[in-house]
Each structure stands twice: as structure tokens, then as C-alpha cells.
């Protein structure tokens, strides 16, 4: 198979290139030239399909003819050994609980993923490949977890200072060995253009392999069809129209989604559930896109002003609103509502969702009393709420939770470079960790 990019003047590549260059040379973002078609049949008895055995077919439909069938079985098995449990929380309205991986966040699915799919992609090369990676703070924390002590990668992580929670940074700057934390002054957009520097930098390039992990890269994006194709399964046998709601900032999860419905997963529609950093939604209302700063809110994982993903769901889809209109709907959410939803979720039904979570959770309810509810209305739930112990506990007044994956990363020492905004000072860093 061959990826192009979605800028369409750089040439298609192979897979092993579209995963190590991340970003094509023309600025574009990688797809792949056909998407599998899934025969419907498979529907009919998918319910009685478990999470690896779905996650193996979809894969291999995917990727079959560049890896062999046993490296992905292995690949599968050891990136996803955790659960994904959809969870009824109101009457037919699901919370998909992305949450159950080493970081608490949905990022651990595509990180994981393809922190084996590039070692096994580079496990022939004599130099050390560098990952670099720009986080609001998930991609960060779960590029690490999902890469540390992979051999022959050197993973650099850049966060912006002050924007991150003190647990998410304990997460993204506690490893060593061969993941090196930056702060950079400045938010998470500067980092993630500094890291987009890095990737075209021809200097840097020809000195030393250099790649992204970000949502940008298309071994991310992949393993995040599985879950849709999952939880389609848990709710096959209601016969009901399948809505996602997906707590969106980059548009990665997103993407994975529209690729599932492209490779044939009956989807009804989409949501795509924003904070107030609503480019994306402000697009669909006037065609008109257009990038602004990021604000800062209490789902900061979704803090961005210009989703790197935009240009394959516009590549997907096209550009015209009305035409997604009819299969993506969108809008934002203020801190404020989110909030409410969280804490009136909490008294009427016990079940605690986290801020992102939440965000998706208003998309859904604003679905089901405008439009239709005679439907099976998913929301991604992408982080676990006791990642955000200084927001729950101003919206759940006692709220108190310390998952075992959490508990021990606290006590560990945070160590990191920090830096200005400054790309020369970056490759000046990265030069000196390769010598
Ligand atoms: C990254 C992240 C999101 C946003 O996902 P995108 O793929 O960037 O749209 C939502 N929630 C959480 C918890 C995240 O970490």
C-alpha cells in the first residue's frame, strides 16, 4: 500500500516512510491511497468478536500487505493489554472508557501501537531514530509511556510551560533513558510548530533521522479506527443507528473515526464536540476556516487553535459544509456548561466523568433533543478524571480518586530541559543527545 500526502505534490511513499518522515515533505499529512472495504457481513456477527480479535481484523485490512500477520498479532496483543469498556451510563447513552491504558488517556492506544509499528519498521538502521513530539499534555505522556526503552528510539517530548497539570507533567518528564522532556516558554502551538521545524529542518534531516508521534502521524491514527469498529460491536445486537461523540482538539480521534466509516463501519453521524478553541465548529458554521491562538481551559487536551488533522478530514470529506454537515455535526462548549454536565452526571447517576469526556457528552445531549433519539449515542470517554485532581475537585466537592497508574508517577523526580521558543536552541539539544 502507498501513503500520498494530502497536499498532493510530494510523491506517495511506503508505509516505513510514511511512518518515519510522520509529515510529508510538501507540509502534507499522510493517507493511504485505498482504504480497506470491509464486507458488510462482517457486521452480522461482529458483536461476537472480542477487542483483540476486532482490532487484528481492521488492522490486517489496513496493513497486511506491508507487515506480516504474526509481527501484528504481537504487535496487538502488547499494545493493547488493557480494556475498552463501553459503559451505559444514561438510557442508551454509552461512555467508551479509553482510559484504561498505563497513561489514562486514549493517546496510550495509538502511541503503543506505534511505538512497535516504527521499531519493527526500523529494526534494520544503524542510527538511533528521534521521535519528536509536541504535547497540550496527553500525546506527551502516553508517547513516552508507549515508547520507553524501545531500542534504537530516542523521544523527545516538548510541553509548554505552566500549561500542563502538575500530573500530567510528572508523566511526560519523570522516565530517563531514552525520553527527553522539554519545556519550552510558550503554548502548546509554539511547541507543536517547533516540532513541525524540527521534521522539514533539511540540516537537521540530513545529520540524523528524525520523525513525529504526534496525531499528524498516520501509525497513530490507524489504531484509532479499532475502537469505533469495538464499540459498534458492544451495541450491534440494539439495531439502533450508531452516533460517536468525540471530544475533539487535534481531529486525530476524529480522523480514526471517519476512517473506520470510510473502510465500511456503519456510523449515523459523527459529533465533533470542541472547547471554546472552536476553529473547527466556527468552519462548519461559515465554510471558512480559520487557525486562532489557543485559549486555556479546563480540557486542556483539547486546547488547540489549529487541529493539525484538519486537512485529512477536509481530504476525506471535502471541503464543503454542507456535504459534512450531513455526516459530521459540531460545536463547542464553555467551561462553565462542562462543568454542570459533569457534576449533574455525578448526582443523578454516580457515574464521574472527566472534563474531555464531558465535552463530548454535551455534543450528545444537544444531538438527542434537537435532532433524533431513537439512536445508540457513544461519547468518547478519552482521559480518566483522576487526571485532573485540581478541576474535579472544584466541580465534585470531595472528589478523590488515585488510580494504581497514577499513584506511583508522583513520587518520581521530574527532570527536563528547559528552553525559549527558540528552533536553533532545540537542535543545538537534540544534536547534543545523539553525540
Ligand atoms: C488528545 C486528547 C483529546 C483530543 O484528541 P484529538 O485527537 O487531538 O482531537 C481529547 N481528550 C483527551 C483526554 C486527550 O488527551
Redesign the pocket.
Known amino acids: 500500500m502507498l501513503y500520498y500526502s494530502t497536499n498532493k505534490r510530494s510523491s506517495a511513499v511506503s508505509l516505513r516512510e510514511a511512518v518515519i518522515r510522520g509529515l510529508a515533505p510538501d507540509g502534507g499529512l499522510y493517507m493511504p491511497e485505498t482504504l480497506p472495504e470491509i464486507p458488510v457481513s462482517y457486521f452480522d456477527t461482529i458483536h461476537r468478536l472480542s477487542l483483540g480479535e476486532i482490532a487484528f481484523d481492521i488492522a490486517d485490512a489496513f496493513l497486511g500487505g506491508d507487515i506480516p500477520r504474526d509481527v501484528l498479532a504481537g504487535i496487538i496483543d502488547d499494545a493493547l493489554d488493557f480494556t475498552i469498556p463501553l459503559t451505559e451510563v444514561e438510557k442508551d447513552i454509552y461512555s467508551l472508557e479509553l482510559f484504561h491504558g498505563p497513561t489514562m ?3 496510550d492506544v495509538g502511541a503503543r501501537f506505534m511505538s512497535r509499528l516504527m521499531a519493527w519498521l526500523y529494526r534494520n538502521e544503524k542510527k538511533e531514530l528521534n521521535v519528536i513530539v509536541a504535547t497540550s ?3 506527551g505522556s502516553a508517547v513516552a509511556a508507549g515508547f520507553y526503552s524501545v531500542e534504537g528510539i530516542n523521544v523527545f517530548v516538548l510541553f509548554p510551560e505552566g500549561k500542563v497539570s502538575p500530573l500530567q507533567q510528572k508523566q511526560i518528564t519523570t522516565w530517563g533513558n531514552n525520553i527527553h522532556a522539554v519545556r519550552v516558554k510558550g503554548n502548546f502551538d509554539d511547541c507543536q510548530k517547533l516540532a513541525k521545524q524540527m521534521l522539514s529542518d533539511r540540516e537537521l534531516n540530513a545529520l540524523l533521522p528524525v520523525t513525529s508521534a504526534n ?1 499528524i502521524n498516520i501509525a497513530r491514527l490507524i489504531p484509532q479506527s479499532f475502537y469505533y469498529f469495538h464499540a459498534y460491536a458492544g451495541l450491534a445486537r440494539k439495531k439502533r443507528p450508531v452516533v460517536f461523540s468525540v ?8 480522523t480514526g473515526g471517519l476512517m473506520a466509516r470510510a473502510a465500511g463501519l456503519p456510523v449515523h453521524k459523527f459529533i465533533a464536540a470542541t472547547n471554546i478553541n472552536d476553529v473547527f465548529p466556527k468552519f462548519m458554521e461559515t465554510g471558512k476556516y480559520r487557525p486562532a491562538p489557543s485559549k486555556q481551559t479546563i ?1 486542556n ?2 486546547d ?1 487553535g489549529d ?1 493539525g488533522n484538519f486537512a485529512r478530514v477536509t481530504d476525506l470529506l471535502g471541503k464543503n459544509p454542507d456535504k459534512l454537515r450531513k455526516i459530521i455535526l459540531s460545536g463547542s462548549w464553555s467551561d462553565a456548561k462542562t462543568a454542570r454536565a459533569i457534576k449533574d452526571l455525578y448526582k443523578n447517576t454516580g457515574y464521574i466523568m ?1 472534563p ?1 469526556g464531558a465535552v463530548a457528552y454535551l455534543g450528545l445531549k444537544e444531538y438527542l433533543n434537537k435532532y433524533d433519539d431513537t439512536v445508540s449515542a457513544v461519547f468518547l470517554e ?2 480518566h478524571p483522576a487526571k485532573f485532581p485540581e478541576t474535579m475537585k472544584k466541580i465534585i466537592r470531595d472528589y478523590e480518586d488515585l488510580p494504581p497508574q497514577l499513584r506511583g508517577v508522583m513520587n518520581r523526580e521530574e527532570k527536563f530541559h528547559s528552553m525559549m521558543n527558540d528552533p536553533m536552541e532545540l537542535k543545538r539539544y537534540i544534536e547534543e543527545v545523539n553525540n
Not at 247 to 254: C, D, I, Q, V, Y
Open positions: 488517556a486514549f493517546k499534555g496527553d500525546t496525531s471530544p475533539s482538539g487535534n481531529f486525530g480521534n476524529l480540557s487536551a483539547m488547540v487541529p472527566d474531555h478519552t482521559a
